[in-house]
């Protein structure tokens, strides 16, 4: 990812519960074609850089069940 992940206005899953997997994304940096994710419990750790394609069939899938809890 070419921009600094301290610089981007990062946004938390409507998903993300008190102290359970809390994910962020940086939605203004989909207009370049990926998607930074990253654990906020861990701002200054690594960021996932997704493309915007992907990410939103992840969404389409999680949306639809198609994933379940272990």
Do not use: H
Request: charged letters at 15%; hydrophobic letters at 35%.
């Amino acid at each position: 990812m070419t921009t600094d992940p301290r610089t981007l206005i990062w946004s938390k899953s409507s998903y993300s519960g008190n102290g359970g997997s809390c994910v962020e994304w940086a939605p203004a940096q989909t207009t370049t074609g990926i998607v930074p994710v990253r654990d906020s419990k861990n701002p200054d750790g690594p960021v996932l850089s997704v493309p915007t394609r992907s990410f939103a069939e992840f969404i389409a899938g999680v949306k639809s069940g198609a994933f379940f809890a272990a």
